[in-house]
């Protein structure tokens, strides 16, 4: 039976990680993370848990004792946020190459400097090659549901990898949304018990992670890592699919919004999806022929089935909340043309970079992006160069 709540993202994670009840949590405190650690250490001193918490001295040393947990047969969890994942840097690939499938609740806040505690995507977005899966939610209520598929996907015989579940800092993380939660029992009926193959504490099978990998090891090492990644998408569809039978929420790779015939649409990440599917409402009511799609996994990227779903607009819009400082756009405005370049889908793109560091995507930026994607359409170009929406002009004072 479903339990409805008013909760922030931070207590739906630190709710969905106690129905888990991992083995391990080693975590440090980080602003807008703080409370999801704070959150659980109550549940483990008051009984509610089984789960070993580890206050630990740094970020570092939590993805470090995450990684030794996990190793020896653990199921760990940890989160953290902005300077605290830059932190973890050398630790994050560790995990990834030793295939250990940790998860990790990563709450995402402006990467310094200058120094800025507020929403953007440019910590997780900086972790995307460190062979990490990544899925990102919109609002509360995804925090929560992926990150009870979140082991489901990682522990999966085929992956083996570790996943982050990313919500967007204070705009989510902090904001008291209606949700509804699963049983206790259903969560662990769901995600099941955590048997791994090798582990460093199986006498019986001598077992070394991490050890020192030479030349003529290295490549297949990595070539093993990216062939479990190409089994991420397949374990997320059927992980999303046993997920909706028990929660009548469906998942997928992204979300289609209104795209059944739309001409013009938006391609985004996180929490600004749900502004930007009002004004798609407004234009639809106007009789525009606009839609959206929203990213739910980005690594590995749905480079395929994000293509086929684009086939038939006339223009998209990009969005980045993160600055890749390449002169050439964001993360997804390097993934998506490149996916519709290998699926021979030509259309006009348009990459803008908006919300660095808080700041507010309004509905008024969405109305002129979907204008300008008209005005792209009859130009047919492609710019190489990002647009930038809501930020005050350079020669303008400070």
């Known amino acids: 039976m479903a339990i409805r709540d008013r909760i922030s993202g931070n207590e739906a994670i630190a709710l969905a990680i106690k129905q888990v009840n991992p083995d391990v949590m080693p ?17 483990a001193a008051n ?30 969890v940890t989160a953290t946020s902005s300077c605290g994942l830059a932190f973890m840097w050398e630790e994050l690939y560790v995990a990834a190459s030793d295939r250990l499938p940790i998860a990790m609740a990563v709450v995402n806040r402006a990467l310094s400097g200058p120094i800025n505690i507020n929403a953007d995507h440019s910590d997780s977005m900086g972790a ?8 990102y939610s919109e609002n509360n209520q995804e925090a929560y549901d ?21 919500q967007d800092g204070f705009i989510t993380s902090h904001a008291i949304e209606n949700i509804e939660l699963l049983e206790d029992k259903e969560v662990r009926g769901f995600v099941g ?16 992670v991490g050890p020192y990998s030479v030349s003529p090891y290295y490549f297949e090492a990595k070539r093993s890592q990216a062939a479990a990644v190409a089994n991420v998408k397949k374990v997320v569809l059927e992980v999303a699919e046993e997920f ?23 391609v985004i990440i996180g929490s600004a999806a749900g502004t930007s599917k009002v004004v798609v409402d407004k234009l639809r009511d106007q009789g525009e022929k606009v839609g959206l799609i929203k990213i739910r996994l980005f690594r590995p990227f749905p480079g395929e089935e994000l293509a086929e779903a684009l086939k038939n607009v006339k223009a998209v819009a990009i969005m980045d909340r993160a600055e890749s400082f390449s002169d050439m756009g964001g993360p997804l405005g390097a993934e998506v043309p490149a996916a519709l ?11 803008y970079i908006y919300g660095l560091g808080g700041r507010d995507l309004l509905v008024e930026h969405v109305e002129q992006i979907f204008a300008e994607l008209k005005e792209a359409e009859k130009e047919q ?17 400070f």
């Open 27 to 43: 975590a440090f405190p980080i602003t807008p993370s703080t409370e999801i650690p704070q959150y659980f250490c109550d549940y």
């Open 47 to 76: 009984g509610e848990v089984d789960t070993e918490f580890i206050p630990v001295e740094s970020e570092h040393s939590s993805m470090s004792a995450a990684i030794g947990a996990s190793a020896a047969g653990a199921r760990a």
């Open 128 to 135: 995307r090659d460190s062979g990490w899966i990544q899925v």
């Open 146 to 166: 992926n990150f009870v598929q979140a082991y489901r996907i990682a522990e999966h015989k085929d992956v083996r990898l570790p996943i982050m579940v990313c």
């Open 193 to 208: 018990e955590y048997e791994p193959e090798n582990y460093l504490l199986n006498e019986k099978e001598p077992y070394a």
């Open 244 to 266: 909706e039978k028990l929660s009548g929420r469906k998942y997928g790779l992204f979300e289609e919004y209104r795209m059944e015939d739309a001409e013009y649409a938006m």
């Open 341 to 351: 370049f290998k699926g021979k889908v030509l259309l006009p793109c348009i990459n």
């Open 381 to 397: 170009f492609v710019e190489y160069a990002p647009r930038y929406i809501g930020v005050r002009d350079l020669e303008e004072r």
